[in-house]
């Protein structure tokens, strides 16, 4: 909405954006008054006034502060105690200090700084200005607040006749004066220094008012608790600060936290002084069990009776009775929408005779024992005893209404209703350019937790009101004197304590006002209470001792209120937006007015009255405000009508028989739209408590809602009922908010529905949805029909908020009041366009009210064609057949096309058939009907055309959203082609223009339902070719199989394409059984997770995740069996099939081949409960072929099986080195002839019989060790025979990876198509798979891994660059198992474990482990070449450079020492390469597949290889750890001079001279750096690594020879070195150093010429052989002797 300005309006709007204020004062409410102002504050811009007794304060935006009136006290602050009587003087102690509040006392003053520091002077002989002192101050000075748990952030504060209170962001309140005010306990004494109120600690306080002698706090609600005092566990807050009510026959005891009275038969003592930290109880807080209290109560009266309603009654000073009934009206009943009837009698209880005397109840009188319990029955009737309520489990109507709403909607609302949102007249105000977020107002506002106190330096705030939860739920409590009633609590007693007033609690009390001694509180809606003193008719009702409602002229709605000695002011809302301010009261006296010169008008004053305005009226009429010329009260609500000739107001005060408000001239036009603005909010939010209230309440009374039940109308009516509460809140929000902004207390820009326009405006756009739902089923006329004899109760209100006559019927009525919230989006578009033209055009304001602005202009269009849509789909349902009607009418459904209208038929159709088509926003419906014609239609009364009931067949409901509409095949004819899940129509026009229009229709209603967005209303032909997208082939959706053939009554959710399953979803079927995964064409194919419950009732169901193909599982997956039982591996068309692993419940263990769901192939299977293990080849899950068995007690044997028996000649082998070779059986038994190995080398030959460790029988011939011929003398060359070769073992798993590389029937392969096989082997990876790799390295490895590197394109060479090349590739493919090579390495690492090591881990397996990875590297290399075809074949032929060799100065080997330390990494390098570039030259003959690839497969398979070179080599290397241990006890000196180190090659001069040891005791330094290398021997992987580890130890032996004997020229020789390389292996002390040894010799690459590497090799052999058999001294002496 675009909203023109002139250009010289533009710019002074641009001038005169910011309200520019004027504080004037006046008193009483003549007509001829001339309000006052003070010249020099007029360009001050105040913000806040305020009143004392006899002296005023004014802040200013600047944060000054200025004073003005008495002095005695000190209490101007201007350093002395003298008067100021012509105009305000600006307070200079206070420069500098960022002052955002003023409050004034009778006689003191207090100000409060945005960093929570309070500053007063004034009056403190009572110890009111909370500095300690006890006199007069004149200067301001700092109130020190300590507390040991917190450091209190104040918030708020104000100021009484003798003392003050502040509010902490806590919420918690603090006071210091004197009197019971101070809620303290502490009767008369001074407390000089603030303390905390204990009696509110555990509650949420948002707002305090000090009155003269009393004091009011608006706290947060907090919910019931259960009798007893025991705590409901969904408690709102922490903390009720609330206790129980208990009574007997002799006690009656608000105990726990409230006050305690204990009556007797003689005296009724308290025991407040007994209880310090004691806490006041809230009425609403509590249940009561109190039967006796309940049969006092009933008793009659002869003061009063007790109404119905339980209210309390009315007390007067003078006792008088007031028998007559006040005419109802609403008023609030418990929350901001609910208004009750204000029928509560003033009654008044019975009161004993000695507490009528006297207005002060004294503990210390003896009176009648049942004259008291019927007292104190009569003062609980407030708290409506009652049983304890069970809680309700129900749902709140917020958390009903949001779970029904969409998740997006239902997360918006619940942030626009939070309490962040509900905050009144909060002042924030930014400080050097510091903004301040939501989330930090509401911790200041709600004291929800501590402000940082760096952060409370930049902020500006003032809580003069506030707004609590969802409902608005406050209670106001009061304490201090009670003498006038002005505590509220229905008698004049004096409370020392916090004590809630049950007549306020929900009523949605947003602001306390307390007064000298009357008090006030306005409500959300804009009612206000008062009760207190009514000396003048200053509370505007008859009312004194508790709440009542001002009745407002014109029900006008109240925003703000001021209370002084005996008059009341009140800021409404007036004609044409401008405020009107309503005075109660008395009047000052005429001489009074006249000796201060307020009454009559200057000539030259711009206030004149006309002539006409001096004509007096009666006080009877006042209502219509008639001009007076004196009068001496106004005990109903008098308009001051000379205000409005000030200007705007928008703020009031009042102290004494003064007033005084804040009003702004309204130059620029900007106050006058921003009132206008904010009035019709707070009336919206007026009516539609109202509504909710008494329409609402009417017609969901529990008589309809049976009527209703289980009907079409009832849930929409639901949600429209809950959703209209909670856009009440809304609108509750932006009320405060706006209120807030006039009055200086926000910023525009924090509005809620500017700040969080999105949230806000989604409230308005679901509640339209709801109401055009309701209304496309026609639910307000049947409202108004079933609820017609509730609703006539409540014309009124109709014909109020209608401005209409008495309404008929209800429906039209009922839609009209529902459609209020809607109604009200074009004023927003139209009143933010209209604020945004005084903003200049770069200014953020102006932006966001622009865009404001037009967003809600887009809603209020949007909401038009939704009721249209509405309105047009109920004509339609009128005409339906009522068979169709019950079966596909729906509240959110709108008919789009109708057959009928626009004609569209079945291609060829039967010449006897007739079809009807209507096209829905969500479905499609092919309806057919009888013989009859469809073209002959039915006629109704209205004209309307329809088909009638007789006429109606059936009916097919296809979902919009699974519907895929193209244009038909046949080219010559107007066909349209709907494709469905399991069906297909073709449709066809009459025309090509009705085909296109139809199509179009159709397209356009699935692209809506698809993309959540409101349909258009273009057409094809209007719309531009750009727009005219056809919708996503591929969408989500859910169905129900009925007729498919697997998927039969299945419910499919996921991607669909073109009518088929497609994509990502999940599956269901009646039985329970569950696809969740990918499917691909209607069949299950991708990753998918299958679930088959168990018949058994709390049996596991069966699961299976992995790869699916056709709708079979094939691929890897992971089936877990409902006994326990699971399968790792490779399917085939829904059977185990391929490489895999089974692990039984019971513990047994198979891991090999498969194939059609049977072992069969090479594979080990562990029977922990037989306790043995078999390796060998399998088929038809029977044993069969070669195989060898290892059982847990150590026994070995190998043979032939046949299914499952060992047949024929076998070999057995035992733990002690016995070996039978001979005819074996399963047992292993032995069964004919064989020969017996001994471990003595005797030898049995003969025949055998019997199992094996259970006896057996031997026939045959005994041969002692000395006669068996050297060449068979233990002989062992026949194991392993009957076993599985290595090339041979887990042949599955590499053809898996061949299958892959396209390696088929031994075709030479295509290098390209093998990398584009490896490619797509990774991107068609599942994304749990993805998952296992960090998210930081996904992406960066898949894509380094799908590249082809340099060195993978054959150059027929392979340089040191390619090498490298090659070698990173290979480290990131069998580092992750997306890559073939990966997850190959994977599989038989995890195979290699399993045979190697657990149960039946065996020495002798140690052969068979070596071979195996020996077999893996050859035929690892094998693909590996396939990769990289310029690598060499297994055999180089005429290698150059030997491989144990030293490196030559123009090459050094490639491996990966990654693993080493890092000092060894820095000698490996440095003794590598020195100072060289990468060569050119080809070095193809130096590599091999050993080189290449140990350093990638052995750290994998290391643990268990050398697991069992430990156990092989157990018994030496034990020996040789002990002769180690023994060594290494010596000194170093000793240790080498043992060694037969050359004792100038010792080393030890440098170090003793650095040691205070002798040289003979020092141990462990000599040759450190070599020692330290050699270490890390264990530390590698690899023998080549091995063997580097060994020659850079003896590189650093000769370097420190050479570092400490530098001047002599030495020449090393083997028989130096030995000695010393000895010493250094000693001291490394290497545990298992036999078994690296043998490590390095069964896997060393090049066994012949071993070079320099291999005689160092050789030498560290001879130094373990030494140290293993050589005798120590020790060991000859014990021998000797």
Known sequence: MEIKVEQDDKETAKVQQSLQAVAITWKGFLSSTSPQAFPNLNTKNVIKISLGSKHSAYLTDQHAVYCYGSGEFGQLGHKKFSDVTKQPVLVQDLKGENVVDVVCGSNHTAVLCSDGIVFCWGDSSSGQCGNGQMDK?????????????????????????????????????????????????????????????????????????????????????VRSMKLGGTRQSDMDEEGSGSGSLMMTDEIYSLHEEGDIVIITDTRMTSSLEEIPSVRSFSPDSIDVAAREAMAAEKEAS???????????????????????????????????????????????????????????????????????????????????????????????????ILASLPQAVASKITKLISPLSLRSKFSLISVEGTEFDDSEVEELMMGGCHQDSDKASDIRFSLEGAVDDLMLQTEVWSWGKGGNGQLGQGDPLERAQPLAIKQLSGKGVTRVIAGQSHSMAIASNGQVFSWGSNSDGQLGHNGQLIPKRIKMPNNALVWDAAAGSTHTLLLADGNSFQPDIYYLGKQ??????????????????PLKE???????????????????????????????????????????AAASDLCACITDKNVSGFTSILHELTATERLLHYQLSTVRSTILKAISSSEI???????????????????????????????????????????????????????????????????????????????????????SKHDAVFMELLNEEKPASYGSPLRSLMKLPLDRVKFYSYLLGKLSCYYAQDSTEFKLLKESSSSWETLQRSIDEKQAQAEETRTFWESCPTKLTEAIKRPDRRVLRDSRNKPLSLHNAGRLSQHWFLLFADIFVHAQLGKKCLTERATNTEGKSGVSSDKYASHQVFPLALIWAEPGQQSNQNTIQLTMPEATLTLQTPSPAEKADWLWSI???????????????????????????????????????????????????????????????????????????????GQQHGYGVYTIPSAEQNGKAQVYDGQWQESSMSGYGTLRYSNGDIYQGNFQDGRRHGHGIFHSSVGNLFIGEWQNDCRHGYGIMEERQRGEKYMGKWENNCRHGNGMVITMGGLYYEGVFNQNKLMGVGILLTEDGTVYEGELTTGPTLSGKGLLRLPSGDVIDGSFSGLWGDGVKVNGTFRKAAEVTPSHRRKTSGIGKFTVASDDKWEDVFDHVRSIFGLIDNKKPDYQKVWAAVAVAISSLTQQEMERLHKDERSKVVEDLQKIPSSGQSKGKITEE???????????????????????????????????????????????????IKSYVKRIYQLVRVLFSDLPSEHPSKPNTPVHEAPSSDFHYYYDYSDSQTAVEAKLSKSASKNRQPSSDDITCHITSDGLLYPIVLPRLYPALFTLYALKNEEEDQQYQERLKRLNERPDMALMAYLKVDQKFWLLEDVVKDSLKRISEIRDVSYITAVECLQNLSTTFSPRQKLLIIHTAWEAIEEAIQTTLSSENITLGMDELFPIFQYVVTRARIPHLGSELQLINDLMEVKSDPGQWGHMFTTLEACYLLTRYDKLPEDCAELHC
């Open 705 to 791: 809602n049976k009527v209703l039940e289980s009907t079409i109308y009832q849930q929409p009516f639901r949600q429209i009922a809950e959703l209209f509460s909670l856009l009440g809140t809304a609108v509750a929000n932006n009320s405060i908010g706006l209120t807030a902004v006039i009055q200086r207390h926000r910023h525009l820009a924090d509005l809620t529905m500017l700040k969080s326009r999105t949230e806000y405006q989604a409230v308005f756009e679901q509640y339209a949805n709801y109401v055009c739902d309701f209304v496309t089923i026609g639910g307000f006329t049947h409202m108004g029909k079933v609820g017609s004899d509730a609703l």
């Open 610 to 652: 006309s002539k006409d305005s001096s004509k007096k009226r009666s006080m009877s009429s006042i209502a219509k405000a008639p001009i007076v010329k004196y009068a001496a009260r106004a005990k109903q609500p008098e308009k001051l009508t000379f205000i409005r000739k000030c200007g705007w107001a928008q703020y009031i």
């Open 588 to 605: 000052p006296s005429l001489q009074e007015l006249k000796s201060e010169g307020r009454t009559g008008t200057p000539e030259s004053s």
């Open 1003 to 1081: 397209n356009q209603a699935i692209d809506a339902l698809l993309t959540n967005q409101k349909l258009g209303g273009l057409s094809p032909v209007t719309t531009p070719m750009a727009q005219k997208i056809p919708p996503k082939l591929t969408r989500q959706g859910r169905y129900a199989f009925s007729g498919h053939s697997k998927f039969k009554d299945a419910v499919y959710e996921g991607v669909w394409h073109l009518g088929k399953p497609h994509g990502k979803g999940t599956l269901i079927w009646p039985d329970g059984k569950k696809y969740n995964g990918q499917f691909v064409q």
């Open 302 to 400: 002869e003061h009063g009776s007790v109404d119905s309603n339980n209210s309390q009654g009315t007390y007067t000073l003078n006792n008088e009775k007031h028998a007559e009934k006040k005419k109802e009206e609403p008023v609030s009943n418990g929350d901001v929408f609910v208004d009750e009837t204000d029928s509560t009698k003033t009654t008044t209880p019975p009161l004993p005779q000695s507490l009528r005397l006297e207005r002060k109840l004294t503990f210390t009188e003896s009176f009648d024992t049942e004259s008291t319990k019927k007292y104190l029955a009569e003062q609980l009737k407030p708290l409506q005893l009652s049983e304890p309520q069970k809680p309700s489990e129900k749902l709140s109507p917020k958390d009903r």
């Open 1362 to 1412: 390619d090498y490298k090349s090659i070698q990173e590739y290979l480290t990131k493919a069998f580092e992750t198992s997306l890559h073939p090579l990966g997850s190959l390495l994977e599989n038989l690492c995890v195979a290699y474990r399993e045979t190697y090591i657990g149960l039946g881990a065996h020495r002798w397996l140690l052969p068979y482990a070596v071979q195996e």
């Open 137 to 221: 101050i004149h200067t301001p000075q700092q109130v020190q607040i300590s507390d040991l748990d917190s450091d209190p952030f104040l918030t708020q504060i104000s100021c009484g006749d003798s003392h003050t209170s502040a509010l902490s962001s806590k919420g918690e309140v603090w006071s210091w004066g004197t009197g019971p005010q101070l809620g303290l306990g502490t009767g008369s004494t001074p407390v000089a220094t603030p303390r905390k109120v204990q009696g509110l600690v555990g509650r949420k306080v948002l707002q305090i008012s000090c009155g003269a002698n009393h004091s009011l706090a608006l706290v947060k609600k």
